[in-house]
């Protein structure tokens, strides 16, 4: 029996796009090398923020079903890849899940169906990589099968915003290639966007990305030295975005996290070196400034601690918020990591609190986790709000701790509120 799709890596990119796939009453496969994750789905278990358990089992009541037995990619119209790409240890993206995921689309391929890549990577990717091993058993890409990329723009958390109504471009092997991917895409998401080629596409994602970097660095910087000036940052924006035209503002925080914005824009700048022999300079210096937050809170942390007459060696220290964004669990290079670590390596005792993370991982028995953040911050000799998350009352956190430190322009600052 043939399905519409078979969406290959159901994380936070390929679950969305299954939901709204199955909800335009399209026969979808979910494919997933995690057999804990499969079985989870088809008992109706969600495993991403975004979507919960009832979300789940509205999809498998729909005809969704999830498999990790390859056999079945044959069985599909259209095969989509959204599987991780991670940095590579020479700063270049990790190309081996989608190698393995085009590996198996591969071994099943049939004459008439679309493969369409949707994991970020660098431009080329899709007619370097993808292309060749797909045609290795004799059929021609836009002659035999129709290829083409289309960037995810799911953002975890956005209530506004998913997989539906987040315009979505595609840009394919041939322009007949495009059509068809603009075809598939077009029953169950809004808007089209028809992009010159794949690696137009590729190139989009990475600029959306790549802008957002810059910009957070511009901000980044801009707090360390209006700190240093006596000037209120938040103040300046918030006077500065009045303006109808010409301004996005962007706000400083103790770092970049998530899978985007810290990961994204070095796919472009390993590629202009490695094929051009020469740095994005923009890309590389916001990586800088970037990357230098958590250290630079923790400075702030030490400069606070003296003015109590304390040493930020033997303090305790309650970070707030340890996700990467704010009111969701996912804590993929949360900033929250490499502050922790600065603040232990000064000796710092450090607490946390987060109300969607129950163990933090990434740091072990490191650090403890408490239950009341009100009665922590009381006893802490600094509270820092790391993430802004709904369900703390800020400014109650504030007026009961000892000293707060406020990185993300939420309290109102006083005699021991102070802000990034």
């Not at 290959?8 to 709204?20: H, S």
Request: hydrophobic share 40%; charged share 20%.
């Amino acid at each position: 029996m043939t399905v519409d799709v078979v969406i290959i890596g159901l994380g936070y990119v390929g679950l969305p796009l299954a939901q709204e796939a199955t909800r335009a009453g399209m026969s979808v496969l979910g494919f997933d090398i995690n057999a804990g994750v499969v079985e989870g789905l088809n008992q109706g278990l969600s495993h991403v923020d975004d979507l919960t358990d009832a979300d789940i089992a509205e999809m498998v009541a729909g005809g969704f079903r999830a498999t990790n037995d390859e056999a079945e990619i044959g069985a599909a119209k259209v095969a989509v890849i959204c599987v991780p790409t991670p940095l590579s240890d020479d700063g270049g993206p990790d190309l081996r899940a989608i190698e393995a995921a085009t590996d198996a689309v591969a071994r099943h391929l049939r004459p008439g169906m679309l493969v369409v890549l949707e994991s970020t990577t660098y431009p080329g990717t899709t007619d370097e990589v993808v292309r060749p091993k797909l045609e290795a058993g004799g059929l021609v890409a836009g002659e035999d099968f129709n290829l083409a990329f289309s960037p995810e723009r799911i953002d975890p958390g956005n209530e506004k915003f998913g997989a539906k109504n987040t315009p979505k471009v595609v840009g394919g092997h041939t322009p007949a290639c495009t059509e068809a991917a603009a075809a598939f895409y077009g029953r169950f998401v809004d808007t089209v966007v028809r992009a010159k080629g794949t690696r137009e596409a590729e190139t989009a994602k990475l600029l959306e990305n790549t802008y957002r970097h810059i910009n957070i660095a511009l901000v980044n910087e801009m707090a360390r030295f209006c700190h240093e000036l006596g000037i209120d940052l938040w103040d300046v924006i918030e006077a500065a975005k009045s303006k109808p035209f010409g301004f996005q503002a962007f706000y400083p925080g103790p770092g970049v996290g998530g899978h985007c914005i810290p990961i994204d824009p070095n796919y472009l700048s390993h590629n202009v070196r490695v094929r051009l022999g020469y740095p994005f300079r923009f890309v590389e210096l916001a990586q800088e400034i970037n990357s230098q937050m958590p250290a630079y809170v923790t400075q702030r942390a030490q400069d606070l601690l003296n003015q109590d007459r304390k040493a930020l060696n033997g303090s305790s220290v309650l970070l707030l918020g340890v996700t990467y964004k704010p009111n969701i669990a996912d804590q993929r290079e949360s900033p929250a990591v490499p502050l922790a670590k600065h603040l232990l390596a000064k000796g710092a005792r450090v607490l946390f609190h987060d109300p969607h993370v129950g163990s933090w991982g990434a740091l072990g028995e490191s650090v403890t986790r408490v239950e009341d953040p009100a009665a922590a911050a009381a006893e802490a000799d600094l509270t820092i709000l790391v993430q802004n998350h709904r369900e703390y009352d800020v400014q109650a956190l504030a007026g009961a701790a000892r000293r707060f430190f406020d990185t993300r322009g939420v309290a109102t600052p006083g005699e021991r509120v102070h802000r990034l």
